[in-house]
């Protein structure tokens, strides 16, 4: 029998309420979705573990087995052929030397000291929870991923912009932009009642700005910080409550001051929304400009 490894797991219901697991699994040439009757949501193999299954039902190409048909093996270590075949999130060497490169581009002390203190504490979460169920980072670990290649985006892009940025703000909201998904899902990427409730970009910016407010950081400060976050969807149909303020020509006394982006993909598309904060050098309460709405 052939030996697969599973890549991903979530559980299920059928209409008579008999429990039931479905599986990703791949083999290193070819992946296959099985769904496994009568196996409870607190039973049965997980995500890494090495699995056999014998008499394969398949029905109108969906393939499914009994508890039964299915032989749970050992979980995958490093020597095994088929270890890599699941994305592994990434070191803690390697995301504190991206903090420690970020922290370079950064002069306000206060802000400085929050981003270390959560992307110490963030490290161990994410890297044990899913970013999404399917559309990107859907495996455990994706979150720590995701959020460690935006910040990797940033580094390579604040030196070569050609107008001044604040980098703190920058790295607060990627750290904190999909935080609510530690909320929206369980670390076997099964979603739970905070998605429909609250939402994760609600979720993310409410733990922040009570972080900031808590350690004196200005009102204004905070505002800038949290419209990324807020906005970060981009447009209000993908989930964003408010737009995101964007100048597209630069004149007089506006600066760029605050750049992040979302990259999401699937099937059909593949989304790069990228946006900026400004503010006027003459003080830190000018208003926000009008938000840019699509185009």
């Given at each position: 029998?052939?030996?697969?490894i599973?890549l991903?797991?979530?559980?299920?219901?059928?209409?008579?309420?008999?429990?039931?697991?479905?599986?990703?699994?791949?083999?290193?040439?070819?992946?296959?979705?099985?769904?496994?009757?009568?196996?409870?949501?607190?039973?049965?193999?997980?995500?890494?573990?090495l699995?056999?299954?014998?008499?394969?039902?398949?029905?109108?190409?969906?393939?499914?087995?009994?508890?039964?048909?299915?032989?749970?093996?050992?979980?995958?270590?490093?020597?095994?052929?088929?270890?890599?075949?699941?994305?592994?999130?990434?070191?803690?060497?390697?995301?504190?030397?991206?903090?420690?490169?970020?922290?370079?581009?950064?002069?306000?002390?206060?802000?400085?000291?929050?981003?270390?203190?959560?992307?110490?504490?963030l490290?161990?979460?994410?890297?044990?929870y899913?970013?999404?169920?399917?559309?990107h980072?859907?495996?455990?670990?994706?979150?720590?991923?995701?959020?460690?290649?935006?910040?990797?985006?940033?580094?390579?892009l604040?030196p070569?912009?050609?107008?001044?940025?604040?980098?703190?703000?920058?790295?607060?909201?990627?750290?904190?932009?999909?935080?609510?998904?530690?909320?929206?899902?369980?670390?076997?990427?099964?979603?739970?009642?905070?998605?429909?409730?609250?939402?994760?970009?609600y979720?993310?910016?409410?733990?922040?700005?009570?972080?900031?407010?808590?350690?004196?950081?200005?009102?204004?400060?905070?505002?800038?910080?949290?419209?990324?976050?807020?906005?970060?969807?981009?447009?209000?149909?993908?989930?964003?409550?408010?737009?995101?303020?964007?100048?597209?020509?630069?004149?007089?006394?506006?600066?760029?001051?605050?750049?992040?982006?979302?990259?999401?993909g699937?099937n059909?598309?593949?989304?790069?929304?990228?946006?900026?904060?400004?503010?006027?050098?003459?003080?830190?309460?000018?208003?926000?400009?009008?938000?840019?709405?699509?185009?």
């Amino acid at each position: 029998m052939k030996e697969y490894i599973i890549l991903c797991r979530s559980n299920g219901t059928t209409r008579n309420n008999s429990p039931y697991i479905q599986l990703k699994v791949t083999d290193g040439e070819q992946m296959l979705n099985i769904s496994v009757w009568d196996v409870p949501a607190h039973e049965g193999p997980e995500v890494g573990q090495l699995v056999q299954f014998f008499n394969l039902k398949d029905y109108m190409g969906k393939k499914s087995c009994g508890r039964m048909e299915m032989l749970e093996g050992a979980m995958a270590d490093a020597d095994h052929p088929l270890y890599n075949q699941i994305t592994r999130p990434i070191t803690r060497d390697v995301w504190e030397g991206t903090i420690h490169s970020l922290l370079t581009f950064c002069n306000d002390d206060n802000l400085s000291a929050i981003i270390s203190e959560f992307a110490d504490k963030l490290y161990v979460p994410y890297s044990r929870y899913p970013a999404a169920t399917s559309v990107h980072h859907a495996y455990p670990g994706g979150l720590l991923n995701h959020t460690h290649q935006m910040l990797h985006m940033l580094q390579g892009l604040y030196p070569c912009l050609p107008y001044p940025i604040k980098a703190e703000r920058c790295i607060l909201a990627i750290l904190f932009h999909d935080y609510g998904k530690l909320f929206e899902y369980n670390a076997q990427g099964e979603t739970q009642p905070d998605m429909y409730l609250l939402g994760h970009i609600y979720i993310g910016a409410h733990k922040l700005q009570n972080e900031l407010e808590k350690r004196g950081v200005d009102a204004e400060e905070v505002k800038r910080i949290i419209h990324c976050i807020l906005s970060h969807h981009g447009q209000r149909e993908y989930g964003s409550p408010v737009l995101p303020c964007i100048q597209f020509y630069v004149g007089g006394k506006f600066r760029l001051v605050d750049f992040t982006g979302y990259c999401c993909g699937n099937n059909r598309r593949a989304v790069f929304v990228s946006h900026v904060v400004l503010y006027d050098e003459d003080g830190p309460n000018t208003p926000l400009l009008t938000p840019h709405d699509g185009g």
